[in-house]
C-alpha cells in the first residue's frame, strides 16, 4: 500500500524550531490533511494534531500543525530534550479506504 | 478518563493464530472506530484495520486480508484482533487506537512473538 513519505531523520539544537515534513497525494494528505503523532521509546503514540492543524487538549502550543496541498508539517518551536522521539504522519487514503502511515522522522535535540 | 486495555504478552508457534483483546472505558464505546496499528521491533507504524463498534463493520488493509479478523463484544466494550498464519515477520507490538479525527487514544501495546 502506498504510504506517506517523511525524512527518516531531523537534527536541530534547544530552543530551535524544527519542521517535520509529510507528502502524501490528493487521496490522503491533501484530502482531510494529516494526523501527527509522536513516540517515546517503548511508549504508545500519542497524538499531537490531527486533520492539519487542530490540537488535543493538553498538547502545547508548541506544537503546530499546517497543510499546503499534498504535504503537511508539523512545526515544533522551542525545542526541548524531551521533544526527542520519533514523530508519525498518518491520513486516511480515500482511494486505498485505508489509514496509510508515514516511515517516521527521529528528532534529535541536540 | 478514556482508556484502553489490552491483554498480555503472547509467544506463538509458526502457523499458529493469535487473538488479542482491548477493552475500552471512560467513553461511549459505540461512539468512535476502534483500529489496530502494530510496530515490528525497531520499525515504524503499520496500519491493520478498523472496526465500527456500533454495527460491527469492517476495514482490512490490504496486506492482512483473509488473515486478520476483527470482532466485538458491546456488552464487554471489547474489541479483539484475531491474526492467523502466523510467521516470524508477525512479532510485532499491536496496538489498539481510538480513532477522533486521528488516533487519540491508544492501548498500552501487546508483544506478540512468533518462535519456533
Known amino acids: 500500500q502506498a504510504g506517506l513519505t517523511q525524512p527518516p531523520s531531523v537534527s536541530k539544537g534547544l530552543r530551535q524550531t524544527a519542521t517535520l515534513t509529510c507528502t502524501g497525494n490528493?487521496?490522503?494528505?491533501?484530502?482531510?490533511?494529516a494526523a501527527w503523532l509522536q513516540q517515546h521509546q517503548g511508549h504508545p503514540p500519542k497524538l499531537l494534531s490531527y486533520?492539519?492543524?487542530n490540537r488535543p487538549s493538553g498538547i502545547s502550543e508548541r506544537f503546530s500543525a499546517s497543510r499546503s496541498g499534498n504535504t503537511a508539517s508539523l512545526t515544533i518551536s522551542g525545542l526541548q530534550a524531551e521533544d526527542e522521539a520519533d514523530y508519525y504522519c498518518?491520513?486516511?487514503?480515500?482511494?486505498?479506504?485505508?489509514?496509510?502511515f508515514g516511515g517516521g522522522t527521529k528528532l534529535t535535540v541536540l | 478518563q478514556v482508556q484502553l486495555v489490552q491483554s498480555g504478552a503472547e509467544v506463538k508457534k509458526p502457523g499458529a493464530s493469535v487473538k488479542v483483546s482491548c477493552k475500552a472505558s471512560?467513553?461511549?464505546?459505540?461512539?468512535?472506530?476502534l483500529h489496530w496499528v502494530r510496530q515490528a521491533p525497531g520499525q515504524g507504524l503499520e496500519w491493520m484495520g478498523l472496526?465500527?463498534?456500533?454495527?460491527?463493520?469492517?476495514a482490512y488493509a490490504e496486506q492482512f486480508q483473509g488473515r486478520v479478523i476483527l470482532t466485538r463484544d458491546t456488552s464487554t466494550s471489547t474489541v479483539y484482533m484475531e491474526l492467523s498464519s502466523l510467521t516470524s515477520e508477525d512479532t510485532a507490538v499491536y496496538y489498539c487506537?481510538?480513532?477522533?479525527?486521528?488516533?487519540?487514544?491508544w492501548g498500552q501495546g501487546t508483544l506478540v512473538t512468533v518462535s519456533s
Open positions: 487506537a481510538r480513532e477522533l479525527g486521528g488516533h487519540d487514544h
Open positions: 471512560g467513553y461511549t464505546f459505540t461512539s468512535h472506530f
Open positions: 472496526i465500527s463498534p456500533s454495527d460491527g463493520g469492517t
Open positions: 490528493s487521496n490522503s494528505v491533501g484530502n482531510e490533511g
Open positions: 486533520r492539519s492543524n
Open positions: 498518518s491520513a486516511w487514503d480515500s482511494s486505498l479506504s485505508a489509514w496509510v
